[in-house]
């Protein structure tokens, strides 16, 4: 085989070539997003008052989507990394299914949990006068509901790897479970609940499907910058695309702040 | 056991697939007791049953007259509720908190204020010497600094039980001299019952009044340093403290080995005996030798190690043997692997005891 003078074989073309072409599938499209951005309105855009609703709506509900997933996603991560009850592996395998389920599935799903006449929405609606379908609320739901298993695996990832004798130490020297859970367990696997929420959280800022469904699209209620987006496209491409960019940045400054911390292989 | 009251008081029975444990312990308040054996005897499982890290299979665990573990009753104290303390092989000092507050750590758990809690780990890092060190995260800490940080904290909570984990296996060979000596002075100002677990007979002997061997789960031998090394009992304890070990029988002071072979001793036995000497006292000859009451045996040899500044010789034959040569000698001689030899050791070098 031919070798360069490093003495390291030269890659296969039949390698190579898809190689570029699989890259250059994925970065064509965005440069095509700033090469057709109207740079020269971009501030005057960014500045009209619908578009500063919608990021505004969406930063706050994937906010709270997120906070909600991590108090009760780290618990559940914790129970399905240590502890042994029956039927854990069929739980782990559901906790799951919202990353793999069609966005707009888990939205149907929820409306017919959770909406007016759903099995706990009627009880809701009937006991407090809680109504959840098409308010801001309703958007925290659908948001926390397909974003929350990236949370759970992520942490239950960095539990697994969380040297456990850590915890039997905490445990000889008088901690409960609980104390040694708030003092030693989660200082331990802060990185990874971290990181864990980083991605739970752009996953909520991006999510379109569960929304639409189960919110609706109001603008300043339920309008998160996706749906803005998605409307935008119908009647102005270049408001679409500076909300697309708007979207794109928030993206890439998040992965840039996680690439040193967690994301490195 | 030498002491009338014991603060420990165990019957350990652990069953792990087909390896059992199954040892009696028992520790007095200020005795250091050390558990030795190779590995996979069971040691660290002794350890972790005490501390409650694994519940018994059967026996009993009690400390102080309470009872900590008994299967038979159902009856389980769960780690946290032990008056127990554990140093770590690797210590598991915490990440994330200083040495101070790694020490500070059980006493806020038993209900002192975080002051207080300071304050105490603060006299205890005095104590070992480490009070400039109280701020350093423990990858800041060196060896042996970390092992003393471990051991003020497990110290902290006034354990009635003290348990170390090879205390110092993850020393360098200069740090665990120092250690070792620092270790001894704080293991006996320690008003509770210690117990050691370690695979070092060294370690074992310089920080242990009494010694209790382990092997396959099972205890083969235990007393004082002096009496375990002049009286090995099994293989493992004769190469631990560098001496040939046999058992045969014995007719007065002859010892017929299994494969037939007669030693001479000099001290008259009937019945299942140990013989033992030291390969020191091995002479290698090229010709048979004469004179004074020896045992006499052709050998060959099957392995040349350098031991100190002596050569240690393996010798096949009628019985192993390993043999200790000055190497002038062996040159002298021609040692080599595979060559035939005669070999002799007096009767006086022997040690013959009871089996």
Redesign the interface.
């Known amino acids: 085989m031919a070798a360069d003078r490093h003495g390291r074989a030269r890659i296969p073309l039949a390698l190579l070539i898809p190689a570029i072409a699989g890259m250059a599938f994925l970065v064509l499209p965005l440069a095509g997003l700033l090469i057709r951005t109207p740079w020269a309105t971009l501030p005057r855009r960014l500045a009209e008052p619908g578009v500063l609703a919608a990021l505004g709506l969406s930063l706050q509900t994937a906010t709270i989507a997120t906070l909600l997933c991590m108090l009760f996603g780290v618990p559940l991560a914790w129970l399905l990394a240590r502890t042994n009850f029956p039927g854990r592996r069929l739980v782990r395998a559901l906790v799951t299914v919202p990353l793999v389920l069609p966005p707009v599935v888990g939205g149907v799903a929820l409306l017919l949990v959770f909406g007016r006449r759903g099995l706990i929405g009627s009880w809701l609606d009937d006991t407090f006068g809680i109504t959840l379908p098409f308010t801001t609320a309703g958007v925290v739901l659908a948001e926390a509901f397909v974003a929350m298993p990236f949370l759970v695996i992520a942490v239950e990832g960095a539990l697994r790897g969380a040297?456990s004798?850590?915890e039997?130490?905490?445990?000889?020297?008088?901690?409960?479970r609980w104390?040694t859970f708030t003092?030693?367990t989660l200082?331990?696997v802060?990185p990874g609940i971290g990181a864990g929420a980083v991605l739970c959280w752009a996953r909520a800022l991006g999510e379109f499907g569960a929304t639409i469904t189960f919110a609706g699209n109001f603008p300043g209620r339920t309008q998160t910058m996706p749906l803005a987006v998605y409307l935008a496209l119908e009647t102005d491409l270049q408001a679409a695309i500076v909300l697309s960019l708007v979207l794109l940045t928030v993206s890439v400054a998040i992965l840039a702040a996680l690439r040193d911390k967690w994301i490195t292989p | 056991m030498t002491s009338s009251v014991s603060t420990l008081d165990a019957r350990i029975e652990v069953e792990l697939g087909s390896f059992r444990l199954g040892i009696d312990l028992a520790v007095a308040a200020g005795q250091v007791v050390a558990l030795l054996g190779p590995n996979g005897a069971g040691k660290t499982t002794a350890l972790r049953a005490l501390a409650g890290l694994r519940p018994l299979s059967g026996g009993h665990i009690r400390l102080e007259g309470q009872t900590l573990d008994d299967p038979g009753a159902r009856l389980f104290v769960p780690p946290e509720k032990r008056a127990v303390g554990v140093v770590f092989q690797d210590y598991l000092l915490f990440p994330h908190l200083s040495a101070l507050d790694n020490v500070a750590f059980g006493p806020r758990r038993h209900g002192s204020t975080k002051t207080q809690a300071r304050a105490l780990a603060s006299a205890w890092l005095g104590r070992m010497g480490l009070a400039d060190l109280a701020d350093r995260r423990p990858r800041h800490l060196s060896g042996g600094q970390a092992q003393r940080v471990a051991l003020a904290r497990a110290l902290a909570v006034n354990p009635a039980l003290l348990l170390l984990d090879e205390p110092l296996a993850a020393l360098d060979a200069r740090t665990r001299v120092d250690t070792r000596a620092e270790l001894h002075q704080h293991l006996h100002g320690h008003p509770g019952a210690t117990l050691i677990v370690t695979h070092d007979p060294l370690d074992a002997m310089m920080l242990a009044e009494h010694l209790v061997v382990i092997e396959d789960g099972t205890i083969v031998q235990q007393g004082d340093a002096a009496s375990i090394t002049a009286q090995p009992r099994t293989d493992y304890i004769a190469r631990l403290v560098g001496l040939n070990l046999y058992q045969g029988t014995a007719t007065g002071t002859s010892v017929t080995l299994p494969g037939g072979f007669n030693l001479t001793t000099t001290q008259p036995l009937v019945g299942q005996a140990f013989v033992a000497f030291s390969p020191s006292a091995v002479s290698l000859y090229q010709q048979k030798p004469d004179g004074s009451p020896r045992n006499t045996w052709q050998a060959t040899i099957t392995g040349i190690h350098r031991h100190g500044d002596n050569l240690r010789i393996q010798l096949g034959g009628p019985m192993v043997t390993a043999a200790d040569v000055t190497p002038a000698a062996a040159a002298h001689l021609h040692l080599n692997p595979g060559q035939h030899i005669w070999a002799a050791v007096k009767a006086t070098e022997t040690r013959a005891y009871p089996a």
């Open positions: 040297d004798r850590y039997e130490a905490a445990a000889t020297l008088g901690a409960t104390s003092r030693v200082p331990l802060a």
